[in-house]
């Protein structure tokens, strides 16, 4: 217990003094050479586990066996998609830090042929790892030359310094999970995924109570499974078949652009279909160069028939891009589901109630009134 509040202690406040190095690392050294130099004791790396080999692992093609491919299949697939979409997470999280875009197929293609390979020398499945990605950010890594420093230097400890690791503390290791943990919980985003609808709330606190109560593969199954058919959902329930109207033809004229002037201040974007999960990349695309858009951008919502969390996400990443820059985003048009999911998640916050307008007619009436008088900007 000593040995866990202590490492915890230095992994917390050692940052602080060393900013350049992890907290973790200065906690794993600082305790494996206590442990080593005392000899106390408590339970380390070696007693439990006898330590690591100090050799590189034998090549070795596993025996084929057809039998297994069917009772192995199901998980074989949820940990093809958990490592997928944990190393897509982290590239994302790497992107937001870093203000750069990562290649989605590059990163899948590289961590499915380290897949193939590693069981060839005794290995498990690899993917990219949160915490990891934003303690190397943190600690100054800016190239994918921070990757190669760290498998370096894992092959050193491993050839070098693997006798040594039998003194680490298995108490040391837990404080060390116990941080990672805390930093990949992601705890502030309750809040925000509880203003969600009912749909979307039900969704994670499933999947939440099965990864704490069964297991994170039947968590990442049903979650998956209840997102799709939450997908189906509401994309039956946005898709409409009615009647032109005189009525419908006098409502959707303050939403035409045919008979309005674009000024040289404004660039206008839209969103045309549901606005979910697997599809905000497309926004990410089109916005990647910010230089392209004038000091005023316009996203019409006319045609996007949904959101979800993932699509409110994107537009608060948006909008705090575009903040960021100097520019004003203001948006208009949105139909009634995605206008209440902006009201319920409190979107308005991140741009103003005034920036959000009813059609393209008042927002770009809003975008003069911006340029004329800046101050009049709502935070």
């Known amino acids: 217990m000593a040995a866990g509040i202590v490492s915890l202690a230095v992994i917390i406040v050692s940052p602080r003094i060393l900013r ?17 130099l005392f000899n106390l004791p408590i339970e380390t790396v070696g007693t439990r586990f006898g330590g690591i080999p100090s050799t590189l692992p034998e090549w070795h093609v596993p025996q084929f ?13 949820t940990v093809a998609i958990l490592a997928a ?6 590239a994302v999280v790497a992107d937001e830090m870093s203000g750069d875009r990562h290649n989605s197929n590059a990163e899948l293609l590289a961590q499915g042929v380290a897949n193939v390979a590693v069981p060839l020398v005794g290995g498990i499945p690899v993917t990219g790892a949160i915490a990891r990605t934003a303690t190397n950010y943190r600690s100054g890594a800016r190239t994918p ?4 420093a760290h498998a370096a230097t894992l092959l050193i400890v491993v050839l070098a310094h693997a006798p040594l690791a ?28 509880l203003k969600l609808d009912f749909a979307d709330v039900s969704v994670w606190l499933i999947a939440f109570a099965l990864t704490v109560l069964a297991d994170l593969t039947m968590a990442v199954e049903v979650g998956m499974a209840l997102a799709a058919l939450l997908y189906i959902y509401r994309v039956s329930e946005t898709t409409t078949v009615s009647l032109v109207s005189e009525d419908y033809i006098e409502r959707g004229r303050p939403h035409i652009l045919q008979d309005k002037t674009v000024p040289d201040y404004v660039s206008i974007l839209r969103i045309h279909g549901p606005f979910l999960f697997g599809t905000t990349d497309k926004l990410a695309e089109v916005t990647a160069d910010l230089s392209r858009f004038k000091p005023i951008v316009v996203l019409r919502l006319r045609n996007m028939t949904a959101i979800d969390a993932t699509g ?14 100097g520019r004003i985003l203001l948006l208009c048009g949105a139909p009634e589901q995605p206008s209440a999911m902006l009201h319920r998640a409190e ?12 059609h393209v007619g008042a927002a770009l009436e809003r975008a003069a009134l911006l340029r004329r008088n800046p101050a009049r900007q709502s935070a």
């Open 166 to 193: 039998q003194f680490v503390p298995m108490a040391t290791l837990a404080a060390v999970l116990f941080v990672v943990a805390k930093n990949m919980g992601e705890w502030r985003e309750i809040p925000e995924i």
């Open 312 to 325: 409110l996400h994107a537009l608060e990443t948006l909008a705090e891009r575009l903040k960021g820059s």
């Open 20 to 36: 350049r190095v992890p907290g973790q690392i200065v906690a794993l050294f600082l305790a494996t050479a206590v442990v080593g």
């Open 65 to 77: 066996r057809a039998d297994l491919i069917l009772p192995l299949l199901p998980s074989a697939l």
């Open 85 to 90: 979409v944990e190393s897509l997470l982290s």
């Open 145 to 148: 030359v921070a990757g190669i």
């Open 347 to 358: 979107f308005v916050e991140h741009i103003g109630e005034d920036n959000i307008l009813p």
